[in-house]
C-alpha cells in the first residue's frame, strides 16, 4: 500500500495531525471527554460489557491532541466493538475519517456499518503504520436514515471472532457531509455531487461478464450500483468488479423512470501492475433502451480539473456535474485495457425541467461504432491537452525573459482555444503520428524558443543508442554535444543499423536533405536503407518512437521534416551483400537551407570477412495464424506484404490455428479410421503452399478431453488419434515434407491455472494425446509452453513426452535457478528447448531487452528456437496506426496496417537478435574443427572463453523487472559482445 495518494476507496494521509475540524456527526471524535460514571471511558461511544475490557481512554498519546482510544487485547477477552450511532440523510455522500496507530501486529479499522442490511457500507484500516496516520473512505447512505459507526482494535477479530494480542490507538473517529470533509478527507479533489444518487440500487447489464478471478463473484450483477466502494487493494477485493483482456465493457443501468440527469461518476484504480486509467468512458442515454443520446466522454469531462498520475498506484472517481439530460436508461462504455476495473458508478439528479428538454447530443441506435469514433478522438484531445499542459509548465518555469513568456503562454491559450473548437469527425484513415495536426504542432512549437534560450543553434545534430527510447522534445543535455560519430560493423548479407538525431530549434518546420556518400556503391548505396523514424502514440497514452517507414527518396537525398521544436531520428540499416571486406570512410550530409550551415557527421562502415547465411540456424515464429486468408487479426488486406516482411525477417516456423488440421473424418467401432483417402485437407495444403520453403509448420491444435466424440483415454480414443495423425503425416510426405516439420501444440501454456486441478487436467490432456501420437509417429513435434511456477511439480510423464518446451522467457529470468535447472535437465533427457515471449504492449517493451535479448538467452542455454506472441496482432482492429481506437492489446512487433506492414524498432531487434545468436553458432563450430585438428593458442582459448562469457555477460544485465522500454539500462553491451565474436572470428580465420 502507498503512503499518499488513493488506495483501494480510501485516501490516506501520513500527517502530523492537527486540531479535529469541527461540523462533523459524531460526538466526542477526539475522545477527550470522558464519561460520567466511567471517567476510563470515552463520553458518547458505547460497548458492550464483554468488550470493553479491551478499550480504555490515554491521554498521553493522540493525533489532533493528547487523547485517544487505546486497544490493548487478552487472552480472556471479548470480541465486539466501541460504537456510536449518528442520524443520516437517505442517498447522501458522506466521509468517514479516523486516525489510526498500530503496533505492526494490531491493524485497527473502523467500519460504518447499515444495521438494517447487517453490512458494512464503508471503512478504513491500518496496515501497520506506526505513526499516527489518517485515513479517509467515502460512502453513500443508500436508504438508511440512521447508521453506526464501530472500531475494532484489529480488523481480523471482525472475521475471525478472537481476540488479537497487541495494541493500537485510534482517534478523530469522524463523519462528514462529502462536500463539508476537510481537504485531506475529499475523495474528488472537491467534487461535489450536484444531486442525489439515481443509480443507487438500480439494476444493471454488463457486456461482457466479469472474469478477473480475484474480484470476480456472485453480488457483481448488484457491486457497481450498492453504494460501497471498496476498501484495500482495489483488484483483489470482491466489492471491485474486473474485467481481463474484455475492450470495451458496457454496462447499462436501469433507473425504473426516466430521470433528469445532471451527472456522473465511475470509481477506478490503476497506475501499477500493468493497470492503465481508462482512456474513456463513453455516457449514453435514452428513454426507451433502444434509441441512444451521446453525452460525451467522461474522461474527456472530468480531466479538465486533473488527471490521476499514471504511473502511482491510486484510486480515482471520475466525474461530472456537467450533464443536461434525461433518461431512464444509462449506458457506459469503458475503455480501459487490459484490465477494467470498477466498484462503484453513480448518475446524479438533475434539475426537474431537464424532463421537458430532449437532451443534446448524436442521436443513435449503434452505439459501438460511436464508441470508437469517441475514443479516437478523445485520445487526441488528450495527448494535446497533456502536451499544452507541459509547454505551459516548461514555459513558466523556464529562464526566459517576462515578456517572452507572457508571449508563449498567450500563444498556449489560443491553442487551447483551438483544441476547444475541433471537430470531433476525425479525418478517414487517422493515424496517430505526431504531431497529430497543426495545433499540435504549434503546441510543439511552444519548444523551440526554449531551446534556443537554452543555447541551442537551429539545427542540432547528436547520437544516442539505437535502442535507447526517444520522446518528440527531447534535446541533449547541453546545447553542444559531443560531435556525433556513426559505426557500423557487419557480415555480408545481414541487417545492421545506426541512428542519428536531428533537432529544430527553429520556429518554423525544417525540411532537409539527407545524402550519405564516401562508401561503397556511391552515394546512397543501394545496400543502405535510410528510415524516418516516426513519433506516434500508444493506447496507454505514451508516445514512442519505433514505426521505421522509409525516407522519401528524391534526387538531392533523402527528404526529412522536422517539425519547429522537435526532434526527428534517422535510422540507417545496412545490408552489404557484395561489398569487399574492409573498413570504409563515409559521412552523412544534412542539408536544411535558409541560412543554416550544412551539418556533417563521419560514418564508418566495417564490413567483416564472413557471409551470413539466407537461413540462421535458429527457428523463429510467433503465432502469425496467417492461414484462412489472415483474416485472424482483422487485416487480410496485409497479407502480402506480412508474408515478405516475416519472410525477410528469418520467419521460419509459421503457426497455423487449428483450422488447418485435416477433417472429415470417419471412424468405424474400434476407432480405425475408414476414408483416409476422403480427408480434407484444403485448408492445409493452401497454407504450406503460401509458406512453402518452411523448416517448420506448427498447429495450435487447442485439444480437450475427446476427439470426435470420444472420450479421452480409451483404446478406441487412442487408436482414432493415432490413425487420424498417420493419415496427417502419409500427406505431408506427399508433399516432400518430413514428419518431424510438424509440431502439434496441444493445450496452451499448461500449468498456469491458478486452480491447482486445473492445472493437473491440462498436463493429463498432453500426456494422454502425446502418447496416442507418439505411438504411431513418433517423429511429429510435441511442442509445449508450460508455465508452471514450479515445473518439478508437474507431471514428469507430461514433460517426457514432449518432444520441445518452450518456458517462458520473462518467467525464465524471474524464477530460481532450481527453475532453470529443470529445464535444462529437460534438454539433456531429449527435449529440445525453445524460449518465447507474451507480453504486452509490445511496443512499450524494450526492444534490446524483451525482443533482442531473448535469443542470447538461446544462446546461453543451448535453445534452438524462439517466439513472439503475437506476429500480426495489431491490437484487436488490425490497426497499430491508430492505437486511440485499438479494442485490445497490441503484441506485434511491427506496424500493422489494413493493406501493408511496416518495420519498427522492436521487429529489427528480433531480427538482429537471430543474427547474434548466429555469430555464437560460427564461432562454436570454427572452435570445434580447430579442436578437431588439435589447433590451439590464445586466440583459441580466448574464442572459447567469449562463447561463455559472453552470453553470460549480456543475459546476467536483463531481468524481468527492466523489460519495459522506459526502464533505464546500458543497451551497447550486446553490440560490444557481438562484436567481439566477429573479431574472435577474424583471429580464427587463419589458423
Known amino acids: 500500500m502507498s503512503t499518499q495518494g488513493f488506495v483501494g476507496g480510501v485516501l490516506l494521509v501520513v500527517c502530523a495531525c492537527g486540531a479535529v475540524r469541527g461540523g462533523g456527526l ?45 486497544y490493548t487485547g487478552k487472552a480472556d477477552g471479548v470480541v465486539g466493538p466501541v460504537f456510536q450511532t449518528f442520524p443520516c440523510a437517505k442517498n447522501t455522500d458522506y466521509v468517514l475519517t479516523a486516525a489510526l496507530k498500530s503496533d505492526q501486529v494490531c491493524r485497527p479499522l473502523v467500519q460504518v456499518l447499515d444495521r438494517a442490511q447487517n ?53 478523530d473517529v469522524q463523519v462528514y457531509l462529502a462536500a463539508e470533509a476537510p481537504v485531506a478527507g475529499q475523495v474528488q479533489s472537491g467534487f461535489t455531487p450536484p444531486g442525489a444518487n439515481l443509480a443507487l440500487n438500480k439494476p444493471y447489464t454488463f457486456t461482457p461478464a466479469p472474469n478477473y478471478s480475484y474480484c470476480t463473484d456472485p453480488d457483481d450483477k448488484v457491486q457497481l450500483t450498492d453504494g460501497v466502494y471498496s476498501v484495500g487493494y482495489f483488484w483483489v477485493q470482491k466489492s471491485t468488479v474486473g474485467w481481463n483482456n474484455a475492450n470495451p465493457v458496457t454496462v447499462t443501468i436501469d433507473m425504473e423512470k426516466v430521470e433528469p440527469i445532471a451527472g456522473m461518476s465511475y470509481n477506478t484504480a490503476a497506475g501499477v501492475a500493468g493497470v492503465a486509467w481508462p482512456t474513456v ?186 535502442w535507447d527510447p526517444l520522446s518528440p522534445l527531447q534535446a541533449p543535455e547541453t546545447a553542444t554535444p559531443p560531435a556525433p560519430e556513426l559505426r557500423v560493423d557487419t557480415m555480408r548479407n545481414e541487417s545492421r543499423a545506426e541512428v542519428l538525431n536531428l533537432t529544430n530549434a527553429t520556429d518554423s518546420r525544417l525540411t532537409v536533405t539527407l545524402s550519405v556518400g564516401g562508401l561503397p556503391g556511391g552515394e546512397n548505396p543501394p545496400y543502405l536503407s535510410v528510415r524516418d523514424v516516426l513519433f506516434t502514440d500508444t493506447a496507454r497514452r505514451v508516445p514512442i518512437a519505433s514505426v521505421l517507414p522509409d525516407a522519401v527518396r528524391g534526387d538531392a537525398g533523402y527528404a526529412l521534416e522536422i517539425p519547429a521544436g522537435t526532434t526527428k531520428q534517422v535510422w540507417f540499416s545496412f545490408r552489404p551483400r557484395d561489398v569487399e571486406p574492409g573498413e570504409y570512410k563515409g559521412q552523412v550530409v544534412i542539408k536544411a537551407g535558409q541560412g543554416i550551415a550544412d551539418v556533417a557527421v563521419p560514418l564508418t562502415l566495417v564490413v567483416y570477412p564472413f557471409v551470413f547465411p539466407e537461413q540462421p540456424t535458429m527457428s523463429l515464429g510467433g503465432w502469425d495464424y496467417t492461414n484462412g486468408g489472415g483474416k485472424y487479426y482483422r487485416a487480410p488486406g496485409n497479407l502480402e506484404s506480412l508474408m515478405k516482411n516475416l519472410r ?11 483450422a488447418v488440421q485435416p477433417k472429415g473424418m470417419e471412424f468405424d467401432t474400434a476407432g480405425h479410421l475408414t476414408n483416409p483417402e476422403k480427408l480434407d485437407f484444403a485448408a492445409w495444403d493452401e497454407w504450406t503452399e503460401l509458406w512453402k520453403g518452411a523448416r517448420n509448420y506448427y498447429v495450435f491444435l487447442s485439444v480437450g478431453d475427446s476427439f470426435s466424440g470420444e472420450k479421452m483415454g480409451t483404446p478406441r480414443f487412442n487408436t482414432m488419434v ?34 491447482a486441478d486445473k492445472a493437473v487436467r491440462e498436463d493429463e490432456t498432453i500426456l494422454t494425446w502425446a502418447k496416442a501420437i507418439r505411438a504411431v509417429e513418433p ?157 590451439t593458442g590464445p586466440a583459441v582459448d580466448a574464442a572459447k572463453k567469449l562463447l561463455t562469457d559472453g552470453p553470460v555477460e549480456v543475459t546476467s544485465a536483463i531481468n524481468e523487472k527492466i523489460l519495459e522500454w522506459s526502464a533505464p539500462k546500458d543497451r551497447g553491451i550486446m553490440d560490444r559482445v557481438r562484436v567481439q565474436a566477429l573479431q574472435a572470428l577474424s583471429q580464427l580465420q587463419g589458423l
Open 648 to 658: 525477410e525477417h528469418y520467419v521460419d516456423t509459421p503457426w497455423g490455428t487449428g
Open 779 to 935: 517423429d511429429v513435434v510435441i511442442w509445449e509452453d508450460p508455465v508452471h511456477p514450479d515445473p518439478a511439480k508437474g507431471n514428469p510423464e507430461m514433460f517426457a513426452n514432449c518432444s520441445a518446451l518452450c518456458p517462458h522467457t520473462p518467467m525464465f529470468m524471474a524464477s530460481p535457478q532450481a527453475f532453470r535447472d529443470f529445464y535444462v535437465a529437460q534438454q539433456k533427457a531429449g527435449r529440445t528447448l525453445w524460449f518465447y515471449s507474451c507480453m504486452g504492449p509490445s511496443m512499450l517493451l524494450d526492444p534490446y531487452s524483451y525482443h533482442r535479448g531473448q535469443p542470447w538467452w538461446a544462446i546461453q542455454y543451448g535453445a534452438v528456437g524462439g517466439c513472439y506472441w503475437a506476429l500480426g496482432c495489431g491490437g484487436g482492429i488490425g490497426n497499430s496506426w491508430n492505437a486511440y481506437a485499438q479494442a485490445g492489446v497490441e503484441y506485434s512487433p511491427f506496424f500493422v496496417g489494413q493493406d501493408a506492414v511496416t518495420d519498427a524498432k522492436q521487429w529489427e531487434a528480433v531480427r538482429e537478435g537471430v543474427q547474434d545468436y548466429e555469430y555464437f553458432v560460427m564461432l562454436r563450430k570454427r572452435v570445434a574443427e580447430l579442436d578437431a585438428k588439435g589447433v
Open 119 to 171: 453490512k458494512a457500507i464503508a471503512s478504513v484500516f491500518s496496515e501497520g503504520q506506526q505513526g499516527w496516520t489518517v485515513f479517509s473512505a467515502r460512502f453513500s447512505s443508500g436508504q438508511a436514515e440512521t447508521l453506526e459507526v464501530q472500531v475494532f482494535g484489529d480488523l481480523t477479530m471482525v472475521s475471525s471472532g478472537t481476540v488479537t494480542a497487541g495494541t493500537s490507538g485510534i482517534d
Open 26 to 70: 459524531l460526538q466526542n471524535a477526539d475522545f477527550a471527554q470522558r464519561a460520567e460514571q466511567d471517567k476510563a471511558w470515552p463520553a458518547q461511544w458505547q460497548a458492550d460489557a464483554g468488550p470493553r475490557s479491551l478499550y480504555s481512554c490515554a491521554d498521553d498519546d493522540g493525533c489532533s491532541g493528547h487523547d485517544s482510544v487505546r
Open 281 to 466: 468512458v463513453l455516457m449514453l442515454v435514452s428513454d426507451d433502451g433502444k434509441e441512444w443520446t451521446s453525452l460525451g466522454d467522461l474522461i474527456r469531462l472530468s480531466t479538465k480539473a486533473g488527471a490521476p498520475l499514471s504511473d502511482v498506484y491510486s484510486v480515482h472517481r471520475f466525474a461530472t456535474g456537467e450533464l443536461k439530460a434525461r433518461g431512464r436508461y444509462v449506458r457506459l462504455i469503458v475503455s480501459q485495457a487490459p484490465y477494467c476495473f470498477v466498484d462503484e458508478i453513480e448518475v446524479y439528479r438533475g434539475p426537474d425541467e431537464l424532463l421537458a428538454q430532449v437532451p443534446v447530443g448524436k442521436r443513435l441506435t449503434d452505439t459501438k461504432q460511436l464508441f470508437v469514433d469517441v475514443q479516437a478522438f478523445s485520445g487526441v484531445q488528450w495527448r494535446m491537452r497533456s502536451d499544452l499542459a507541459a509547454a505551459r509548465a516548461a514555459v513558466t518555469g523556464s529562464a526566459l525573459p517576462q515578456a517572452e513568456k507572457d508571449a508563449l503562454l498567450r500563444k498556449a491559450e489560443a491553442l487551447s482555444a483551438q483544441i476547444d473548437a475541433m471537430s470531433e469527425e476525425l479525418a478517414p484513415g487517422f493515424r496517430a503520428v505526431l504531431p497529430l495536426n497543426e495545433i499540435h504542432a504549434g503546441i510543439y512549437a511552444i519548444n523551440a524558443p526554449l531551446l534556443r534560450g537554452g543555447g541551442f543553434g537551429p539545427l542540432t545534430a547528436w547520437a544516442q543508442n539505437r
Open 722 to 755: 493415432g490413425d487420424w495423425m498417420i493419415a496427417w503425416v502419409e500427406h505431408l510426405k506427399k508433399q516432400g515434407l518430413k514428419p518431424s516439420q510438424l509440431g502439434v501444440l496441444l493445450v496452451d501454456e499448461p500449468g498456469g491455472s491458478w486452480k
